[in-house]
């Protein structure tokens, strides 16, 4: 049997595709083949006597075969060979396939940008922030996908600078509402037509550093070599601000992801991307805010804001932030107040320490409460419940001399009388130093400092014998040993201010303890600075840069006015002297004319001749 040729068909009630026509509807792979003695199913093969051949074919259906609806084609064709000199032809019956739609996914990523561990070169280890790494994989096609799986890499340090030890660990993984054993393959199951595979690994890092980019790609691998059948449509990654739940109309219980996808100073999120449906919602920063009411015992602080939109949100997803002033106390609660909805913890309200900014390399040391809301009508006006013991309040320095001053403070419980204060240069990082523990008033004089120094102090309260953590913050400037030089103070009294913006940074921002904070940027970590330790009673060594200002602003001041007093000096005596010789001249004129009139009047006068007539 010689010159052995297949030409397949597909039918649908007509010819639809044969192996050469132009418009695919299937993707048809070269047959393999066995048993021939050569040649292959092109016209070209030859059968040996009395053997056997196989050609086999992998056809894939392309999303045009069943776009919508199942559909049914009938594959067949004809085979040709030689015979003897003669020429002959088989018909194979054809077999009826059912072609379902394909599914068409899309894959979305959302990495965290900033990434909070120890910060090596300011001498501080602290916590590493567990942050998230989202996965929304969506079918927007009329087919299922079965049996999937997803295989996530590990991210990868591609700068780092100083040579540092950098490690992330996987702490946890989520697929839907179903945590999973802690792994970057996991299983994902079946994903049916237009719904949404959500998944959620939380990791760590031990360093403080940024994602400065990301990449994904996706190769369709078939036997073919088609890239034309591939099941997925696209990938993206999105800037993750925080994983949320969009509880509003309805909640699913799925993770959502907020995303900043518009470049802004301030790194605010614009759209969270919704597990149901993949579903893309605005979402509005809310900057601006007031404070209505403040509420502080025993039990802890309640405190009342109300956020200022600029727009009206109109049931709207927003996202805001206001300076946290009670770190050491655990936030409980925030109360919606117009239908007393309390916000879901974690997930919507969350609570940070440090925040990066696009123009800036290190971190800022804020402490922001965050949370994420829809569904408000414009009734915005919030309840944040805190927990425990508050700070004291009105904490400020007053009397303020060259080396001493004076610091006073109330506090809202009047169960409360015991407190601790501590020091610090203002501005330079450098570990807290206490002054005085257990004292039982409400004012303490500090003396021994260094002239015209900036200093920095805090004030914890104790209530049984356990020291709140928050402690309130002010600040003090000693004077300059010159006669009438102002002495400047400013500070907090630890409560939150009563009008603010969201947006900005608040200041003054209570600087956390050395335990749970770092100073250094990223991966690219920078010098640490050279810092003083004050130690308990003689309190510092250097002075600060600002009061190093005031001392040649002085310098300056005096230089000038000694010269301008030279100046007016060398002026009058010139002057003085340009008199007095303008006198002098004057005095000689009139001498001489003095001694001229008495040499005058000296002159003896001239003979008389007297003559007596003669009489001729």
């Known amino acids: 049997m010689n010159n052995l040729r297949v030409d397949l068909s597909i039918t649908r009630n007509q010819i639809v595709q044969s192996l050469n026509d132009s418009y695919v509807l299937f993707a048809i792979g070269n047959p393999t083949v066995t048993g021939f003695t050569s040649g292959s199913v092109d016209g070209t093969g030859v059968v040996p006597g009395d053997g056997t051949v196989t050609a086999e074919w992998i056809i894939l259906p392309t999303r045009n075969a069943a776009p919508v609806?199942?559909?049914?084609?009938?594959?067949?064709?004809?085979?040709?060979?030689?015979?003897?000199?003669?020429?002959?032809?088989?018909?194979?019956?054809?077999?009826?396939?059912?072609?379902?739609?394909?599914?068409?996914?899309?894959?979305?990523?959302?990495?965290?940008?900033?990434?909070?561990?120890?910060d090596p070169f300011a001498g501080l280890a602290g916590d590493p922030v567990p942050f998230y790494l989202g996965l929304l994989i969506y079918n927007s096609g009329y087919g299922s996908a079965y049996n999937m799986s997803m295989t996530s890499s590990q991210p990868q340090i591609v700068d780092n600078e100083k040579g540092l030890l950098v490690s992330f660990n996987l702490i946890g993984a989520q697929v839907n509402l179903q945590p999973v054993s802690p792994s970057l393959t996991?299983?994902?199951?079946?994903?049916?037509?237009?719904?949404?595979?959500?998944?959620?690994?939380?990791?760590?890092c031990s360093l403080t550093g940024q994602f400065i980019s990301y990449s994904a790609s996706y190769q369709n691998q078939n036997p073919i070599g088609r890239s034309d059948v591939s099941l997925v449509d696209n990938v993206t990654i999105y800037e993750l601000i925080h994983s949320v739940r969009i509880d509003w109309p309805t909640d699913d219980q799925i993770p959502d992801f907020m995303t900043n996808e518009n470049l802004d100073p301030d790194y605010m999120p614009d759209h969270v991307h919704s597990s149901s449906n993949n579903d893309v919602f605005l979402v509005f920063a809310v900057r601006n805010y007031t404070q209505d009411n403040f509420v502080s015992n025993a039990a802890g602080v309640r405190l009342t804001i109300t956020l200022k939109p600029?727009?009206?949100?109109?049931?709207?997803?927003?996202?805001?932030?206001?300076?946290?002033?009670?770190?050491?106390?655990?936030?409980?609660?925030?109360?919606?107040?117009?239908?007393?909805?309390?916000?879901?913890?974690?997930?919507?309200?969350?609570?940070?320490?440090?925040?990066?900014?696009?123009?800036?390399?290190?971190?800022?040391?804020?402490?922001?409460?965050?949370?994420?809301?829809g569904g408000a009508n414009n009734s915005l006006t919030y309840t944040i419940v805190y927990n425990g013991l508050a700070p004291p309040i009105n904490f400020r320095a007053i009397n303020i001399g060259t080396n001493n001053l004076t610091l006073v403070w109330n506090h809202s419980n009047p169960n409360v009388t015991t407190f601790r204060i501590q020091i610090k240069l203002l501005?330079?990082?450098?570990?807290?130093?206490?002054?005085v523990d257990r004292l039982t008033a409400f004012s303490y004089v500090v003396s021994n400092l260094n002239e015209s120094t900036a200093y920095q102090f805090r004030v914890f309260a104790s209530l049984n014998n356990n020291f709140e953590l928050s402690g309130a913050l002010t600040s003090g400037y000693t004077r300059a040993p010159i006669n009438n030089t102002a002495a400047y103070t400013t500070g907090t009294t630890g409560v939150p201010q009563t009008t603010g913006t969201t947006g900005l940074p608040f200041s003054p921002t209570p600087e956390p303890t050395p335990e749970t904070t770092t100073e250094t940027p990223t991966i690219q970590v920078t010098e640490a600075p050279t810092t003083v330790t004050a130690p308990t009673n003689a309190i510092v060594t250097s002075s600060s840069s600002s009061g190093s200002l005031w001392i040649v602003f002085l310098i300056i001041v005096l230089v000038i006015v000694i010269c301008v007093a030279i100046i007016i000096a060398i002026v009058y005596f010139v002057r003085r002297r340009k008199s007095k010789s303008d006198w002098m001249e004057q005095d000689t004129n009139i001498l001489d004319m003095k001694e001229v009139k008495s040499q005058t009047q000296l002159e003896p006068a001239p003979a008389k001749t007297e003559s007596t007539p003669t009489s001729p």
Not at 73 to 101: C, H, Q, R
Not at 192 to 204: D, E, G, K, Q, Y
Not at 427 to 435: D, K
């Open 69 to 118: 609806n199942a559909s049914l084609y009938d594959f067949g064709g004809k085979f040709y060979y030689t015979l003897g000199g003669v020429e002959m032809s088989v018909t194979m019956w054809p077999a009826t396939i059912n072609v379902m739609p394909d599914p068409r996914m899309g894959v979305k990523y959302f990495w965290e940008k900033w990434v909070y561990g120890a």
């Open 427 to 435: 501005g330079v990082n450098e570990s807290w130093s206490t002054l």
């Open 310 to 373: 600029v727009v009206a949100l109109n049931n709207s997803y927003f996202y805001a932030r206001i300076p946290d002033s009670f770190v050491g106390l655990s936030l409980s609660q925030v109360i919606r107040e117009s239908d007393q909805k309390s916000l879901l913890m974690i997930d919507n309200v969350w609570r940070t320490q440090r925040t990066f900014y696009y123009a800036e390399s290190s971190p800022r040391y804020e402490a922001w409460v965050h949370f994420f809301d």
């Open 186 to 204: 996991v299983q994902l199951g079946d994903l049916n037509p237009f719904s949404t595979i959500a998944v959620r690994w939380i990791l760590t």
